[in-house]
Nanobody, 112 residues
Framework: VELVESGGGLVESGGSLKLSCACS??????????FLWFRQAPGQTGEQVAR???????TYGDSVKGRFTISRNQAENTIYLQMDNLKPEDSAVYYC?????WGQGTRVTVSS
C-alpha cells in the first residue's frame, strides 16, 4: 500500500488549497477503508483533521469544520481535502492515513 500526498504550498490567509492523496493498493483496500487527514505543526501534537468512511460519511475536527471538505474519487483511487478560508494556524504538514499506512506528508504554509 502506498499513499502519496500532493497539493501543499504557500498561500495567503483566506486563500484555498486542495490536497490529494493518491492510493496504490491491492484489491478493495481503497473502497473498504476509512481515510483520514492528519496534520502536525512544529512543536505541536498531531491533529486529526478529517475522516471519510467507505460510505462517504465525512467528519471533521472542530478547528476546520465549515472550511475543509474531504472527498473520495473511486475512479482515481484518490482522497481529496479541499481547504478554504485558510488561516495561519492551519500551517502544518498534512498526512494521509488509512489502515496503519501513512503518506509522506505535504506541507501547507499560510501567511498572515
Amino acid at each position: 500500500v502506498e499513499l502519496v500526498e500532493s497539493g501543499g504550498g504557500l498561500v495567503e490567509s483566506g486563500g484555498s488549497l486542495k490536497l490529494s492523496c493518491a492510493c496504490s493498493a491491492p484489491g478493495d483496500f481503497f473502497t473498504t477503508n476509512d481515510f483520514l487527514w492528519f496534520r502536525q505543526a512544529p512543536g505541536q501534537t498531531g491533529e486529526q483533521v478529517a475522516r471519510i468512511t467507505p460510505g462517504d460519511v465525512a467528519t471533521y475536527g472542530d478547528s476546520v469544520k465549515g472550511r475543509f471538505t474531504i472527498s473520495r474519487n473511486q475512479a482515481e483511487n484518490t482522497i481529496y481535502l479541499q481547504m478554504d478560508n485558510l488561516k495561519p494556524e492551519d500551517s502544518a504538514v498534512y498526512y494521509c492515513y488509512a489502515n496503519q499506512y501513512w503518506g509522506q506528508g505535504t506541507r501547507v504554509t499560510v501567511s498572515s
